[in-house]
């Protein structure tokens, strides 16, 4: 697929802002070149000069680890940004659209209405699976982007491999799938499907799996063209220099993300276990992330009454088939029975 034709027009010969380090790529001894305080604040040589604007041994790094060419890598500042960004290249405002399946992530929603991009919402059936023949159906020229999310925030299910790749086939807008949760699932991530679609777009983040919400650093992996389009329109210094040194820290040290993971999953089988024994919970739905969305008796009361004990969960009762939903992150030991506790306290 020719990802040009996709891109807004205007885009087509946009002359990017060219930073200082952009034009001078080599090691000098003296840097005069970019209006920067040469004394700095804090340790002298960390954060006094801009960081790399394309991140490039970070992403030498991710690289390695995704086995991906960095070529085929964008970082943004945390998943949001690009797809803030895609929208915002290939949607043209008041005339393009995108396709989503709620109840899903609310970013999408929220991106495409910041952009005044008309979006058709095709909702997932009642079991939280993709409705496939009516989101084929609702394809039309103006849909430019199909965002799926899986495991899908708040359902916690995935999505089948053959729904996303028959979609592939038959879309020639992009698909982008998020796979923010990918790491606690024992389904794999359709990442080495990149080099079948040219039109595929798969967004990871390090705010879940890696414990790093704070330091906003996500990832887009995409055909080499939509990564030459997202870099000429992202904000030069999108990464921060504390981001990719902290994050390029945190890469050395894989084992302790998969002791997380696997933290988390026994602590996710604790909820699962104790959760339905409790009177007020109706159903505790199958997840293949870090939280579990269960339905319970007065949904939005128990929320309230969670908070006044100082536990917070997201109350989701009020979006469409989710009616009397609460989603649960699965914390530590300790969180976890504090929210048990104080879940069998509440009558219903
Ligand atoms: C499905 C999904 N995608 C993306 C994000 C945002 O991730 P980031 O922190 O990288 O912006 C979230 C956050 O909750 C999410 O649930």
């Given at each position: 697929m020719e990802i040009r034709k996709l891109l807004r027009s205007h885009l087509l010969n946009l002359k990017p802002y060219s930073s200082a380090r952009d034009e001078f790529k080599g090691k000098a001894d003296v840097y005069l070149d970019a209006n920067e305080n040469a004394f700095g604040s804090t340790s002298k040589d960390k954060y006094r000069r801009y960081p790399d604007p394309y991140q490039n041994d970070l992403k030498n790094k991710i690289g390695e680890i995704k086995e991906i060419n960095p070529a085929h890598i964008f970082l943004g500042n945390g998943s949001d940004e690009p797809i803030d960004l895609l929208i915002r290249a290939f949607c043209n405002p008041g005339k393009d659209k995108i396709i989503t399946a709620p109840p899903t992530y609310g970013m999408y929603e929220v991106s495409a209405n910041i952009n005044d991009v008309e979006i058709i919402e095709v909702p997932l059936k009642v079991d939280f699976t993709l409705d496939l023949p009516n989101l084929i159906d609702a394809i039309e020229p103006e849909a430019k982007i199909i965002f799926l999310c899986s495991?899908?925030?708040?359902?916690g299910n995935s999505i089948d491999k053959e729904n996303i790749l028959e979609i592939l086939n038959k879309f020639h807008g992009l698909v982008i799938l998020d796979e923010a949760y990918i790491d606690f699932s024992s389904k794999p991530s359709l990442i080495h499907e990149l080099k079948n679609y040219s039109n595929l777009v798969i967004l990871h983040t390090f705010s879940k799996a890696w414990g790093l919400a704070a330091l906003r650093l996500g990832m887009a992996f995409a055909d080499i063209e939509i990564v030459r389009i997202l870099n000429m329109i992202?904000?030069?210094?999108?990464?921060?220099g504390a981001t990719q040194s902290l994050v390029q820290k945190a890469l050395q040290n894989q084992d302790k993300m998969k002791a997380m993971i696997h933290e988390i999953s026994l602590q996710k089988k604790y909820l699962e276990t104790i959760l339905p024994t409790i009177p007020t919970v109706k159903e505790v739905y199958q997840s293949d992330a870090n939280f579990i969305l269960i339905k319970i008796k007065n949904a939005h009361e128990i929320y309230l009454n969670l908070i006044k004990e100082k536990v917070i969960v997201r109350d989701r009762s009020r979006v469409e088939l989710c009616e009397d939903c609460l989603r649960i992150t699965v914390g530590t030991e300790e969180e976890n029975k504090k929210l048990i506790m104080e879940l069998k306290k509440i009558r219903g």
């Open positions: 495991p899908n925030n708040p359902t992202k904000p030069p210094y999108n990464i921060n």
